[in-house]
């Protein structure tokens, strides 16, 4: 039986997606698993490609549009051979518990979360035609370029302070709700961490600014957004800058205060940021690799034109600031980098090989997917060998040890073989 299978994902053209004419990586990549050029491409936004096995974006053996057969019908056929003995996180029924995917970023992203495994649940009977599945999705990106990201609040302090430096804020959330988040700085001030009662103190302004922003705070962000708009630009705060070009791409939408309250982040390539279950987060701009559960429930509430669901948004939130570890470099292995998330779900490897130069991939208990991220290379494992270019991509059954050869960077997703 055959270990080694060429495959091919799934496009997506959202509206946040880079322009086809810039050529942007997910229309390079896609167009290398297409084996063709996209003849509309220009007119298209390149946002996203999935490799695996989602109902809504499945991969498929072979050249993308070319009829073959989808991956999950090869792993179902055989379930142990491909994805190994260990029994897979998440999954009722054998199939790849990750979702791997390349996004090439325009425009900023929904203000989102993601369910934990309950509330996916209860979502998924409830609404399943915004919910589309039951599962969870942690998620992970890797920068692939300059990448800025909102995930998770920022510390009580930042918040307070933003409340006095653009006090349109301030003016339309109630005022009760900021009097208790300024006590529970001023209680907390020099501790590290939140607890409960900063945690209820930021739930009660988060709610407030959701719930009242319909009836009353478009006037509010209009008069700020003309107030740092008549800023000479040199003199102008990078948060300045970033409010400016949020009410340039969703003028009028409540999300465009959103950084006054969540973490900003900026990463360098290589840099990472994990995104645990309940944490409010936005990409904002650059091309990443992402890696997730093998999910698609998104809890939208913000900088979109989709159903924004507040009050879950508002009361499943966790309210602590998150993205701590935002920035990791995964850790060096001989395998590539490492970058293992604190979730039973995937892990991703990322590896250079030197032209000329080979590596070996241990045969592990897991299935993996594996993408050309540059360069091309030879895939050998047993008597099979495969020849992959940029952009293409493998599926690879469990338990096989390979050896990559030739100038290239792949990234490869598994399920998390560390201990938890
Ligand atoms: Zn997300």
């Known amino acids: ?109 929904s203000i989102q979360s993601h369910p934990d495994l309950k509330l996916a649940k209860e979502l998924h009977e409830r609404n399943p035609a915004v919910y589309k599945d039951g599962c969870h999705k942690p998620e992970m990106a890797i920068a692939l370029t300059e990448f800025t990201a909102m995930c998770g609040f920022r510390p009580l302090g930042a918040i307070v302070a933003h409340l006095e430096l653009y006090p349109e804020l301030a003016s339309f959330v109630d005022a009760a709700a900021v009097e208790d988040l300024k006590w529970a700085y001023e209680r907390t001030k020099g501790l590290v961490g939140f607890d409960q009662s900063t945690n209820k103190a930021l739930k009660g302004l988060f709610s407030s600014f959701m719930s009242s922003f319909d009836a009353s705070g478009r006037e509010p962000l209009a008069a700020m957004i003309s107030r740092l708009a008549a800023i000479p630009e040199p003199e102008r705060t990078p948060l300045d800058s970033l409010l400016l070009s949020f009410a340039a791409q969703f003028p009028g939408d409540c999300g465009v205060f959103s950084p006054l309250l969540l973490q900003v982040h900026e990463l360098s390539p290589g840099q990472s940021l994990f995104v645990p279950a309940n944490t409010p987060h936005a990409y904002v701009s650059g091309e990443i690799v992402e890696c997730m559960a093998r999910s698609d429930n998104v809890i939208r509430c913000g900088l979109t034109p989709k159903f924004k669901d507040v009050e879950v948004l508002c009361d499943s939130l966790t309210y602590e600031v998150a993205g701590a570890g935002a920035g990791g470099e995964g850790e060096e292995t001989g395998e590539g980098r490492l970058y293992r998330p604190p979730v039973a779900d995937f892990e991703v490897r990322v590896a250079e090989v030197e032209e000329g130069g080979s590596r070996t991939f241990a045969a592990v208990d897991s299935a993996a997917v594996l993408l050309v991220l540059e360069g091309g290379c ?17 599926f690879i059954s469990a338990n096989t040890r390979v050896e990559i050869k030739g100038g290239c960077k792949v990234v490869r997703a598994l399920r998390n073989l560390g201990e938890l």
């Open 378 to 394: 030879e895939v050998e494992a047993g008597g099979e060998r495969e020849e992959l270019g940029f952009g293409q991509a493998l």
């Open 1 to 109: 039986m055959s270990r080694l299978h060429p495959i091919s994902g799934c496009v997506q053209h959202y509206a946040w997606g880079r322009p086809g004419s810039s050529s942007p990586l997910v229309r390079r990549v896609w167009e290398a698993q297409s084996g063709s050029p996209d003849a509309d491409g220009d007119a298209r936004n390149y946002a996203e490609i999935w490799l695996g096995t989602h109902g809504s974006g499945p991969s498929v053996l072979g050249a993308a549009g070319g009829g073959g057969r989808t991956l999950l019908s090869l792993i179902e056929a055989s379930p142990a051979l491909h994805l190994g003995s260990a029994p897979q996180p998440n999954q009722a029924a054998p199939n790849l518990p990750f979702l791997l995917k390349l996004l090439s970023i325009h425009k900023v992203l």
